[in-house]
C-alpha cells in the first residue's frame, strides 16, 4: 500500500529562520513521483514541485529546496529565510495515477 | 481554459438534498480527477476518468455518490441523500495524460460544501 507520512502538524517559526518540513512515504512501485504541493488560507492547492523516483538530484527554486533520498524513503522541503507569505499547510505526495497525500504540516511564520 | 474550474464555489444543503459539483478541465487534458478534503485536511482520492471514462473509481463510495464526464460538457459528481459527513471540500484536477507518469495534476479551486 501507498502511504505517505508528514509527522509535524504544525510548525512555528519566527520570520527569516530557515523551516524544513518532513515527508516519508511507502511504495513498492519502482516508479513514482513525488510532489508538494501548498494549501494558503484562501484553500486553493498551489503546485510547488513534481520528482521522479529516478531523479534523486535536490532542486532548488529560489528560496524553497527539496531533498529527495531514495535510501530512507524522504522527501524534505525546507524554506530559506522564511516569510509571512509562506504561512500554509504543505501537502507532501505521492502519485502516479492518482495522488496520495500526506495530512499537510501547517505552518505558522511569525513576524 | 487555462485552469481547471470548480463550480460552485460554495454550496449548502440541507440534510437529505441532492448536491452536484461540476469541474471543467483544462483545454486538451484527458485525465480528471475527484478528491475530497474533510476538514482535518486529509484528502481522499474519489473517482477518475479518462476522456468519459471512468478510470479509477476504487475511492468512491459505493452509495449516493456517482460522476460523470460527458463530450462537450463539464464533469459532474453528484451526491444524492447527503449526509453530514458529506460535508468537505471537493477538489477536482485536470491532467493532459499518464504516459510516462502523470503530468503534474492542476487543481481547481474546490467546492465548499455543507451539509446542514
Known amino acids: 500500500a501507498q502511504k505517505v507520512t508528514q509527522a509535524q502538524t504544525e510548525i512555528s517559526v519566527v520570520e527569516k529562520e530557515d523551516v524544513t518540513l518532513d515527508c516519508v512515504y511507502e511504495?513498492?512501485?519502482?516508479?513514482?513521483?513525488l510532489f508538494w504541493y501548498k494549501q494558503p488560507p484562501s484553500g486553493e492547492l498551489v503546485f510547488l514541485i513534481r520528482?521522479?523516483?529516478?531523479?534523486?538530484q535536490n532542486e532548488i527554486s529560489g528560496r524553497y529546496s527539496w531533498n529527495f533520498q531514495k535510501s530512507t524513503s524522504s522527501f524534505n522541503f525546507t524554506i530559506t529565510a522564511s516569510q509571512v507569505v509562506d504561512s500554509a499547510v504543505y501537502f507532501c505526495?505521492?502519485?502516479?495515477?492518482?495522488?496520495?497525500f500526506g495530512k499537510g504540516t501547517r505552518l505558522h511564520i511569525l513576524p | 481554459g487555462e485552469e481547471v474550474a470548480q463550480t460552485p464555489k460554495h454550496l449548502v444543503r440541507g440534510e437529505g438534498q441532492k448536491a452536484k459539483l461540476y469541474c471543467a478541465p483544462i483545454?486538451?487534458?484527458?485525465?480528471v480527477f475527484w478528491y475530497q478534503q474533510v476538514l482535518k485536511n486529509e484528502f481522499k482520492f474519489l473517482i477518475s476518468f479518462q476522456n468519459e471514462n471512468v478510470f479509477d473509481e476504487t475511492g468512491m463510495p459505493k452509495e449516493r455518490f456517482s460522476a460523470k464526464c460527458l463530450p462537450n460538457s463539464p464533469c459532474s459528481l453528484e451526491i444524492q441523500a447527503t449526509k453530514l459527513e458529506d460535508s468537505a471540500v471537493y477538489f477536482c484536477a485536470s491532467s493532459q495524460s499518464l504516459g510516462r507518469g502523470p503530468q503534474p495534476q492542476h487543481f481547481g479551486d474546490g467546492t465548499r460544501l455543507s451539509i446542514l
Open positions: 483545454k486538451g487534458h484527458s485525465y
Open positions: 505526495a505521492l502519485g502516479d495515477d492518482k495522488i496520495i
Open positions: 520528482r521522479n523516483s529516478f531523479d534523486e
Open positions: 511504495t513498492r512501485d519502482t516508479t513514482y513521483y
